[in-house]
């Protein structure tokens, strides 16, 4: 089933995955460990709702072995992976998508690496082809999240 452009799996309550943090950290480390690079990743949800927690756990999936930490001061954090590098974006405090310019963003999309970005829809129209994953807070429920990918 799609719904907008993600792909959702058929049994999928409300055309969503609802997953417990657990869950959440085992499906990134999973899909981590099925890609490959060239690759972006958009991570969109709002405040709260564990983008930085599914970065982490597709960075461990990835063979990235050191720390993975959020990027919201810095912008963009550089990790080595096992089969190439994984960039970090938190694109939240930037204004504009003429913004991008300073952080090295041309470069970054361009490089053969994974590359998560936060907050995806500042990019605006400079967002290239990407993987959109999208996760929102359960109501009612703090412990769970739910998820849309593809």
Known sequence: MVVGH??????????????????????????????????????????????????????????????VTSPTFTLVHEYAGARSPVFHLDLYRLSRPEDLTAIGWDEIVGREALVLVEWPERAGARLPGHVPIELALVPDDPERRLLLAG
Not at 8 to 32: C, H, K, M
Not at 61 to 66: D, F, H, P, R, S
């Open 6 to 67: 993600h792909i959702v799996p058929a049994r999928a309550s409300d055309s969503r995955v609802s997953l417990t943090l657990p869950e959440l950290i085992g499906w990134g480390e999973r899909f981590g460990r099925a890609v490959a690079a060239p690759l972006i990743v958009a991570l969109s949800g709002e405040l709260g709702a564990g983008k930085t927690t599914l970065a982490q756990a597709i960075c461990r999936g990835y063979g990235v072995a050191e720390r």
